[in-house]
């Protein structure tokens, strides 16, 4: 069996696309791999392809997957040297990573103090600012719990309530209307509490049509720290990530430099080891640090596509104790990327999450073009899980030949059995704006007409009907029903 | 199969005066049919908009298979009775396809007198139920009706053949196994309460079908009770209380579709087989019907000539072609199905009506089925046809049309008087169907005949008495008689009293046959069978 | 009856008429195309539709149909008529059910203001030595719950009510 430094088996704590991304780096590497997975997942690709998998259960198949000391047992149980997260669940829980370092394994990540730090976005935000480097202005509760809401209304329109423990996008709220300040933030509390079991807050001066903009940066046990350039995630829909793509078609190269600069600033200054993503708001000219996301991000394959590097491959090889091996101008950005995420959500219904089976699930192929899917032909998708269902991620040779790609693999990518975003991220990269880079975080909302399908031409429904028509037995069958004579008399009468 | 050779001039002064004239008639035609089926009353069609029932017409569309053909019969039943109040005698029926059946439709029009059984009425249902028996159709009713037409009960009560037959046929239809379904779209009182109870299936809709032997005022006039539509007979009642009724439907187009599938579940039977190919249009334009019969009734035209325009590709197989030249015998083909024809080209003597005799047995033999194409005056009448034989002849041809098992269809083109109408398998003879063209005349004799004859006797009388008439006298016994005739004799007349299935443009038939013939064959053909030919 | 099919809550009606060789005709919208489909491989067809080529991949989930075509997906549901026309004129949405029989009741498991789906028990009756469980016809709220354990009820006695169905 092959081996990088001591890691001869990796578990794989998490579930869907991502479990299967990693795995297939795992097994690149000549590793073994364990998986863990609750029943719901019984048949899902990941499973069918690790080494060994094992039953996870809980009170909901979430809380399986969040239930540390069973991943910590099945670690033990399988020998498993490393653990790797992968992203939401437990990749951001210092608890957890202590106890895996407790346990003598390796955990995948950043070590659990630079965890700590980084995932309570008030001390991050001090630490950050503390450095010296650019935040938004703000009012952090902790400060002076009686003063918050003052404090707040001081910043003055328009704000963002944030959650101390939130992340993902989750529990954040707008407020523009000053006279709804006390009552926002009351909720924001709860949700707070109820979300992530932490109702402190903090409210931020909110950037207008802001761009989200992101660094990915890997640093080694070592000391070294590169960055691998920036990604654009401005297209969100309650803040939730829709299109990412490097290059960011609003950064002029002097920008590009500054941001990228003060991302690996920040890291170094926080001893940062393995994969990490700095997130930065840029609006009118200026960016502000947003929080720092201490594991490997949804969208790792956008830089990926652009460097030609393996993001689960520098962690494996940095938690084994290797150093990067090469410096910053080693890394450099060719053509463009676009990632789509494909939910299983109706744009017309408000974006709810669907259900149903997967029925068919042929993705488009080529060149350029690759998907990242955790999902099967015949598996059961249910409300028990995150609903994205893949990944679609383009690289071009600029950023219209990429924008060309994405629109006709989308085509191609035929998901049938629930409603899907599928049809509304094509609409979506159509746009004027979108073609033109000119995008931002409230975009989406601003165009709620793209949500649901234009109505589809009179030829389109009768191809439509047609098939519906040809595809239902009984339809075919009352057709053939009547006598030859009678279809060729036709609807005639005397 | 030879193409028959048309020798008519269509460029002729006399085509296009015939074509003129008959394509006038067929415009009438299908004016007259308009008017009899959409033209009502606005307060009729506003009470059954109030009380959220469909028109008659619409119920029938949405019962039948889309895209399909309908051979309606009579529509213009009692369009010369009752003073033209009551067109189609308040029925619609025909020959439909439903769920790929070949089915007999009879509907009550409650848009004419509220769907009320006027003696005509009856004529026309019986009439629909002897042709279900006849040719083992099943049949979908539609009931929606006031009930009988009380002021004229003698007309339609007690004889045999009256409303009580209804109820006959319907029972008989049950016991051949040939199954029927009602839908209560409307009130089924008294007799029609039985329509309902004796056909297989039926279907009643909440809040407007209601059966009932009585309704409420007869049930208070007859024992004081007071009780409502719905409790004494409604949908909810019936079907859940006394089973008389299979399926509640909470609207009309909900009763349709329940319909439609209790009628995919019937048996489909094997249907008889008989000689076909694979059909072919006439080689001549049907529309050239039009201009072959002359403007003037009594004035001859070879026959061929409309047959060649309703054959498949006009071709045609003459049987004896030199032999009792009066009467064309042959074989051709409707619609694929091989048929027997025989048509009169002038009045049948012996020799054409042995040949009709012989020609007729032939194909009972060979399963072939006899259309014929009446054009009919009679039997040649003197001594030295008697002395040969005409009338044994006649009576030969007779036996053998009554005998005939293959099922018979009868067109009347132009004319069907006297004793050539029975030789000619007139209604009497039970054709499965029997259509009229526009200008075809039904009587006992000729018009001008008849009025010959009676002006004839009346002078002869009056000679008796010493007395004679001056030509207006005589004038005036005559055109009365000469009106009646006309008037009594005209296709109009005789679809009126429904002695027809409906009166055809004649560029219809085609299609018209080929759908009865089709709908025939649903019942078996028994072996021939004849009684004694006076040799 | 024309076919009814769904898309995105819109009805449309049409129907198909057999052709004498292989193929149909669609009837829709007033007008009529010759149509056919023919099996590629797996869920991949061919729709021939008029002079027109289209390759879809279809895939059926009971009545609903998913349809890949030209690089949009639909979603088509088939109503059969019987369910269809019965549906819309409110056959099924009564608000109260009663007693089948005379009997007693052993339980009531909803309570007023209880949210149900249909299927979902709402008490369970006894009559005749023999327990049943009545069960919601439709979704929806229950409103009143008449009866209560141990109370005996005649036949058609009302049992349960679920708040109206507010019509759109």
């Known amino acids: 069996m092959t081996a990088l430094g001591s890691i001869k088996t990796v578990l794989v704590a998490n579930r869907g696309e991502i479990a299967l991304r990693i795995l297939g780096t795992v097994k690149s590497l000549g590793l073994r791999s364990v998986i863990i997975y609750h029943a719901l997942d019984s048949d899902s690709p990941a499973v069918s392809m690790a080494d060994e998998a094992v039953e996870i259960t809980g009170p909901t198949p979430v809380a399986a997957y969040l239930d540390g000391e069973q991943v910590l047992a099945v670690a033990r149980k399988s020998g498993a040297q490393a653990i790797h997260p992968g992203y939401g669940f437990l990749s951001e829980n210092a608890d957890f990573a202590r106890k895996v370092e407790d346990a003598g394994l390796i955990f995948i990540g950043p070590s659990p103090e630079t965890i700590e730090l980084l995932g309570d976005k008030i001390r991050a935000r001090a630490f950050v600012a503390a450095q010296g480097f650019p935040v938004a202005p703000s009012a952090i509760e902790d400060e002076d719990p009686t003063s918050f809401n003052e404090r707040a209304r001081a910043l003055g329109p328009p704000l963002l309530i944030k959650p101390a423990a939130g992340g993902g996008g989750k529990g954040m709220h707008i407020v523009r209307d000053m006279a709804l300040l006390d009552e926002t933030i009351t909720r924001a509390r709860s949700e707070g509490q109820r979300y992530f079991g932490d109702g402190r807050l903090y409210a931020e001066r909110y950037v207008e049509r802001p761009r989200h903009i992101e660094v990915q940066v890997l640093g080694d046990a070592h000391g070294n720290i590169v960055h691998l350039f920036e990604r654009e995630c401005s297209l969100q829909r309650r803040f939730q990530k829709v299109v990412e793509e490097s290059p960011s078609p609003a950064l002029t190269p002097e920008l590009r430099t500054r941001i990228c600069d003060v991302a690996v600033g920040i890291a170094k200054t926080a001893g940062y080891r393995n994969a990490g993503t700095v997130e930065f708001i840029y609006g009118g000219g200026a960016f502000y640090f947003l929080e720092m996301n201490t594991r490997l991000q949804v969208e790792h394959r956008v830089t990926e596509a652009v460097t030609g590097l393996d993001l689960v491959r520098e962690q494996l090889r940095i938690a084994a104790g290797e150093p990067l091996g090469y410096g910053q101008d080693a890394i450099a950005v060719s053509g463009h990327a676009i990632e789509l995420r494909i939910y299983a959500e109706d744009p017309a219904r408000d974006f709810l999450p669907t259900t149903g089976h997967v029925l068919v699930f042929d993705v488009p192929c080529g060149e350029g073009v690759r998907v990242d899917a955790g999902i099967r032909v015949g598996q059961n998708i249910t409300a028990a899980f995150d609903p994205m269902l893949a990944k679609l991620i383009v690289h071009g040779a600029d950023r219209n030949d990429a924008i060309e790609k994405a629109r006709a693999a989308l085509r191609q990518f035929v998901l049938l059995g629930f409603p899907t975003n599928i049809g509304f991220l094509n609409r979506l990269i159509a746009t004027e704006e979108f073609r033109s880079g000119e995008v931002h975080t409230g975009l989406i909302g601003e165009k709620p007409d793209i949500a649901a399908p234009p109505v589809p031409s009179e030829d389109k429904l009768r191809a439509v009907l047609a098939i519906a028509a040809l595809s239902t037995r009984s339809v075919v069958d009352a057709a053939k029903r009547v006598p030859a004579l009678h279809v060729s008399l036709g609807a005639w009468r005397n | 199969m030879r193409r028959l050779e048309s020798r008519i001039n269509t460029r002729s002064q006399e085509f296009q005066t015939n074509s003129v004239h008959h394509r006038g008639l067929a415009a009438e035609l299908k004016e007259r049919q308009q008017k009899a089926r959409h033209d009502r009353p606005q307060r009729d069609t506003d009470r059954l908009a109030r009380q959220n029932k469909l028109l008659a017409r619409a119920r029938l569309e949405h019962l039948l298979d889309p895209g399909t053909p309908f051979l309606e019969f009579s529509s213009l039943a009692a369009n010369m009775a009752y003073n033209g109040e009551v067109p189609g005698a308040g029925q619609i029926t025909g020959i439909g396809i439903v769920s790929g059946r070949e089915v007999v439709v009879h509907a009550d029009d409650a848009s004419v007198k509220g769907g009320a059984w006027y003696p005509l009425s009856v004529k026309k249902i019986v009439r629909a139920l002897d042709i279900a028996i006849e040719n083992r159709l099943p049949v979908v009713h539609l009931c929606d009706s006031a009930g009988g037409f009380l002021p004229l009960q003698a007309e339609f009560f007690a004889d045999r053949y009256y409303a009580g037959r209804i109820f006959r046929n319907q029972s008989i239809l049950s016991k051949m196994g040939v199954p029927q379904m009602a839908l209560v779209m409307g009130h089924c009182t008294a007799g029609g309460a039985y329509v309902p109870a004796l056909s297989d299936y039926n279907v009643i809709v909440r809040g407007t079908g209601a059966i009932f032997l009585g309704g409420p005022p007869l049930v208070k006039a007859a024992t004081g009770e007071e009780v409502t539509v719905e409790d004494l007979g409604g949908a909810e009642m019936h079907t859940s209380v006394s089973g008389t009724a299979d399926y509640p439907a909470s609207s009309e187009l909900h009763a349709i579709a329940i319909a439609r599938e209790i009628v995919e579940r019937f048996e489909r039977r094997q249907k008889t087989v008989i000689d076909w190919a694979e059909p072919e249009a006439p080689l001549y334009d049907p529309q050239e019907l039009y201009g072959i019969i002359p403007k003037d009734q009594r004035t001859s035209f070879d026959m061929r000539e409309i047959i060649a325009r309703i054959v498949d590709g006009s071709r045609f197989h003459e049987y004896q072609p030199d032999f009792g030249t009066s009467l064309v015998c042959g074989y051709a083909r409707v619609h694929g199905y091989q048929v027997g024809i025989l048509a009169n080209n002038g009045v049948l003597f012996s020799d054409s009506a042995l040949k009709g005799t012989h020609f007729i047995q032939l194909c009972d033999k060979n399963r072939t089925p006899l259309v014929f194409l009446q054009n009919i005056t009679g039997f040649m009448v003197g001594r030295e046809y008697e002395r040969r034989g005409i009338t044994k002849d006649g009576a030969k041809m007779i036996m053998a049309v009554s005998g005939a098992s293959v099922p018979k269809f009868t067109i009347n083109c132009n004319g069907s008087f006297g004793a050539g109408t029975y030789g000619m398998s007139g209604r009497a003879f039970d054709p499965r169907f029997l259509f009229s063209w526009p200008q075809s005349q039904i009587s006992v004799m000729g018009a001008e005949q008849a009025a010959n004859v009676l002006t004839d006797i009346k002078l002869r009388q009056l000679a008796r008495e010493g007395r004679t008439l001056a030509d207006d006298e005589i004038a005036a016994i005559r055109e009365p008689v000469l009106a009646d005739y006309r008037r009594q004799s005209s296709a109009y007349y005789a679809t009126s009293e429904v002695w027809d299935d409906g009166v055809l443009d004649p560029v219809d038939t085609r299609n018209a046959l080929g759908i009865a013939i089709s709908a025939s064959l649903n019942a078996p053909i028994e072996s021939p069978n004849y009684g004694v030919f006076r040799m | ?168």
């Open chain 3, 1 to 168: 009856m024309a076919e009814i099919f769904k898309i995105d809550d819109v009805d449309h009606s049409l129907w198909l008429t057999a052709r004498s060789t292989d193929g149909f005709r669609l009837h829709w919208n007033g007008s009529q195309i010759d149509i056919e489909l023919l099996s590629l491989q797996g869920f991949r067809h061919q729709l021939r539709i008029g002079a027109e080529t289209h390759e879809a991949v279809i895939a059926a989930f009971g009545d609903r149909l998913h349809i890949h075509l030209d690089g949009e997906i639909y979603e088509v549901d088939y109503a059969d008529p019987v369910s269809h026309y019965a549906r819309t004129l409110g056959e099924e949405n009564a608000d109260c059910v009663r007693a089948p029989m005379p009997g007693t009741v052993v339980s009531c498991v909803a309570r007023a203001g209880d949210a149900v789906v249909r299927g979902d028990a709402l008490i369970v009756i006894e009559s005749m030595k023999l327990e049943t469980s009545i069960k919601a016809w439709r979704s929806g709220t229950v409103e009143t719950v008449h009866v209560e354990a141990g109370c005996a009820f005649e036949r058609d006695a009302l049992l349960v009510t679920l708040a109206p169905v507010r019509k759109a």
